[in-house]
């Protein structure tokens, strides 16, 4: 069973950090490509972030671009997200994802999601 577990949200306030932590258990994270998502409230799920299973490409939405890192830590089973200059629309709950294998790309396993709150 694939758990997914996010932590490393909080209340920040405009140009502060955050790193937040995706510890995966059930399944390594090189078994896929994985990913963040952010969700506002009141809009859909969007895609923020991703790094493929090998780690040698990363994707980044163009609103994060130059701010946010994807990592992950292969040892650890870890995936992190560090997050500069964060901005109050960077406001929302952040879910870890990972993709069903290496040819399906299907965002298949989630995690419960951790707030992150930008004060201005």
């Known amino acids: 069973q694939v758990q997914l577990v996010e932590s490393g949200g909080g209340l920040v306030r405009t140009g502060d950090s955050l790193r937040l932590s995706c510890a995966a258990s059930?399944?390594?994270?090189?078994?896929?490509?994985m990913g963040w998502f952010r969700q506002a409230p009141g809009t859909e799920r969007e895609f923020v972030s991703s790094?493929?299973?090998?780690?040698?490409?990363?994707n980044y939405a163009e609103s994060v671009k130059g701010r946010f890192t994807i990592s992950k830590d292969n040892a650890k089973n870890t995936v992190y997200l560090q997050m500069n200059s964060l901005k109050p629309e960077d406001t929302a709950v952040y879910y870890c994802?990972?993709?069903?294998?290496?040819?399906?790309?299907?965002?298949?396993?989630w995690g419960q999601g951790t707030q992150v709150t930008v004060s201005s």
């Open positions: 994802a990972q993709q069903r294998s290496r040819v399906d790309y299907t965002w298949a396993f």
């Open positions: 059930g399944r390594t994270i090189s078994s896929a490509a």
């Open positions: 790094i493929a299973w090998h780690g040698g490409s990363v």
